[in-house]
């Protein structure tokens, strides 16, 4: 079992930054694909970045540039860091953990085994 607990969401305006931690606890001992997601008001919860056991990232199109994935495994912590807010980035955003090393079809939030209760983003213009 793992447990994950997001902080760092909170209100901004457009342009400015967060960083989003996502602290991990349980059987950590086990390198996983761990992922961060966002689901909006009324949409589909959506992939938005993950970083593999080996340190491989990947990241939607929507975010290349703006948002940075990283992970303190010393610390079993989870980063997301964005920059350049958007109204469009306003969502609930949750990390997750797949029981893999290589993250693969990392946006396929189906695949993952563990979640967050998520930390709120929100974005005015």
């Known amino acids: 079992q793992v447990q994950l607990v997001e902080s760092g969401g909170g209100s901004v305006q457009a342009g400015g930054s967060l960083r989003l931690s996502c602290a991990a606890s349980?059987?950590?001992?086990?390198?996983?694909?761990m992922g961060w997601f966002r689901q909006a008001a009324g949409k589909e919860r959506e992939g938005v970045a993950a970083?593999?056991?080996?340190?491989?990232?990947s990241y939607a199109d929507s975010v290349k540039g703006r948002f940075t994935i990283s992970k303190d495994s010393a610390k079993n912590t989870l980063y997301l860091q964005i920059n350049s807010l958007k109204p469009e980035d306003t969502a609930m955003y949750y990390c997750?953990?797949?029981?893999?090393?290589?993250?693969?079809?990392?946006?396929?939030?189906?695949?993952?085994?563990?979640w967050g209760q998520g930390t709120q983003v929100t974005v005015s213009s």
């Open positions: 997750a953990a797949k029981l893999a090393w290589s993250c693969g079809t990392w946006n396929l939030k189906y695949e993952y085994n563990y």
């Open positions: 349980g059987n950590t001992y086990r390198s996983y694909c």
């Open positions: 970083i593999g056991g080996g340190g491989r990232t």
